[in-house]
T-cell receptor, first 113, second 110 residues
């Protein structure tokens, strides 16, 4: 059974650029959630995808968008990057809504300069 | 008021000590509760779910107090390898998101 894999592991971008982060969910999981974790903070919910549709969204602006594919893998896209977008981006997969816990990927560390 | 609040610590304890963390949540409709462990610069990993009747997993005991809206984690006989940040997580059944606390840092000293 494979776990959650994310790519890339590290990324440096310039303010104003766009970035795409990728996530492959754990085998058997159909729901993917994305979180942003700033240094010294707990993860903050960005959005969740279930059956290729957005299933809920946190308090993030529209320049944060995502996709889920038929194989349950997912992408997080961020447009017009700002310095405050620098953070660890975590993908978590689960079966349905996550009542039994999420499995997290190791994250993508994004630095915006 | 934050939805999930934790004392950020750090808690510095000697090996073998017993340490307890508390976490309070504001949404009385919350249904699922978890403790996650996060090592420095790593992803969070599920430590244990928290059940209404309380539950134990080896040296770790989790308790839930719905009336006062807090959950706790007790670690007995602390090991050096327990040093990490412990994240309290709350989910409202039927919703789609986990709410994380900011985490409590634990450092176990030799």
């Amino acid at each position: 059974e494979t776990g959650v894999t994310q790519s890339p592991t590290h990324l440096i971008k310039t303010r104003g650029q766009q970035v795409t982060l990728r996530c492959s969910s754990q085998s058997g999981h159909n729901t993917v959630s994305w979180y942003q974790q700033a240094l010294g903070q707990g993860p903050q919910f960005i959005f969740q995808y279930y059956r290729e549709e957005e299933n809920g969204r946190g308090n993030f602006p529209p320049r944060f968008s995502g996709l889920q594919f038929p194989n349950y893998s997912s992408e997080l896209n961020v447009n017009a990057l700002e310095l405050d977008d620098s953070a660890l981006y975590l993908c978590a997969s689960s079966w349905t809504g996550g009542d039994y816990g999420y499995t997290f990927g190791s994250g993508t560390r994004l630095t915006v300069v | 008021r934050k939805e999930v609040e934790q004392d950020p610590g750090p808690f510095n304890v000697p090996e073998g000590a017993t340490v307890a963390f508390n976490c309070t949540y504001s949404n009385s409709a919350s249904q699922s509760f978890f403790w996650y462990r996060q090592d420095c610069r790593k992803e969070p990993k599920l430590l244990m779910s928290v059940y209404s009747s309380g539950n134990e997993d080896g040296r770790f005991t989790a308790q839930l107090n719905r009336a006062s809206q807090y959950i706790s984690l007790l670690i007995r006989d602390s090991k050096l390898s327990d040093s990490a940040t412990y994240l309290c997580v709350v989910n409202t059944s039927g919703t789609y998101k986990y709410i994380f606390g900011t985490g409590t840092r634990l450092k176990v000293l030799a």
